[in-house]
């Protein structure tokens, strides 16, 4: 168990903001999980993944734990579907690439999305018509209170739109260290109608889709919409898409002819947050350091040196003039730390 002192976090959060953490840990296997978390339970702790789903606006005073457990295994299947055990340092996309590899299907469409496995139930991750409940199994955690292990299975998870329990009443009580999916072995169910995919396949002249060639299909686009974190720090998408009653929608539509929606139930619509950013003039607009993506409204960027609080305010911002002209309150997606 090495703890390291004054450690800047920028290398460790896609935003890429040099925050710095008071005291660092690197966690690469569950013994010494429970042993930092057992000798040093008189302290806080930050749990820090992949870094990808969080904007860090000032320094870390808790000891910062680095969850970089790996491995991938097989740990049951059937005749038509694998159940697939990945540890919670795994990156997220390298995993879906494994999967891919070995033929295994249901998250073909989650491809490229930022992070690592660990985090993916905590936001319950979804892209392009899937969910990761679609895909999910269970879930193994630590309590960081006494240290027992659990197991958490789809009904314990409070699964929702970008949400679980363990953003919520279970939030920072938990420390998940892998998480088993449930994925078919053929005969895929694949998932080509929300959004480009169908045309992005046409295009390719590709009539009988294959796993790979989806994920091919969502790699493409997102890679012609989203920024990569390497080239310019990002957290993907930083607001969710509200989800407002009909009668709402109906007054929306009557003033803007044009939104685009998504029906979600009876009596709800899903209305793009991009698109409300766009029509508010925020799409490419620049401050200094940080801004909003020329491509994608729904990212805010930073350019280079910007300090998180900037973002942050540039958030605040965005969300009054959204409730000004729309009447709609839309809510972060990133972690505000």
């Not at 749990?47 to 000891?63: F, H, P, Q, V, W």
């Not at 005749?79 to 997220?92: L, P, Q, T």
């Not at 993907?236 to 029906?263: C, E, H, T």
Request: net charge positive; charged share 20%.
């Amino acid at each position: 168990m090495v703890i390291e002192h004054n450690v800047s976090l920028q290398p460790f959060n896609t935003f890429g903001i040099d925050a710095k953490a008071k005291q660092y840990c690197n966690i690469t296997n569950t013994t010494v999980l429970s042993e930092i978390l057992k000798t040093k339970n008189d302290q806080s702790f930050f749990i820090l993944g992949g870094g990808s789903n969080m904007l860090l606006t000032k320094d870390i005073e808790a000891l910062v734990l680095h969850i970089n457990l790996k491995g991938i295994e097989v740990v049951n299947e059937t005749d038509d579907s694998v159940f697939v055990k990945a540890m919670a340092g795994e990156n997220w996309h390298q995993f879906v690439l494994w999967c891919l590899k070995h033929n295994y299907g249901g998250i073909e469409n989650l491809s490229l999305i930022p992070g690592n496995v660990g985090t993916s139930p905590i936001q319950n991750i979804g892209a392009y018509g899937v969910e990761l409940k679609d895909v999910f199994e269970s879930c193994e955690a630590i309590n960081i209170k006494n240290q027992d292990s659990r197991i958490f299975y789809k009904d314990d998870c409070g699964f929702d739109y970008r949400e679980s329990v363990f953003k919520q009443e279970l939030k920072g009580k938990y420390i998940i260290t892998s998480v088993t999916f449930k994925l078919s072995k053929h005969h895929h169910k694949l998932h080509t109608a929300y959004g480009a995919i169908k045309q992005q396949l046409q295009d390719l002249q590709i009539n009988n889709p294959t796993i790979k060639d989806v994920s091919n299909a969502v790699i493409a686009i997102r890679q012609s919409k989203l920024p990569d974190p390497k080239d310019i720090g990002n957290s993907g998408s930083f607001f969710k898409n509200p989800v407002i009653s009909k009668r709402q929608f109906n007054k929306l539509q009557a003033n803007f002819p044009d939104v685009p929606s998504y029906i979600v139930s009876d009596s709800m619509v899903k209305v793009p947050a991009g698109w409300l950013i766009e029509r508010a003039g925020f799409k490419g607009k620049r401050f200094t350091d940080y801004g909003v993506h020329n491509k994608q409204a729904l990212v805010l960027v930073n350019h280079g040196n910007a300090k998180g609080i900037d973002i942050y305010n540039l958030s605040q911002l965005i969300q009054k003039t959204i409730k000004r002209i729309f009447d709609i309150s839309i809510e972060t997606e990133v972690n505000i730390i």
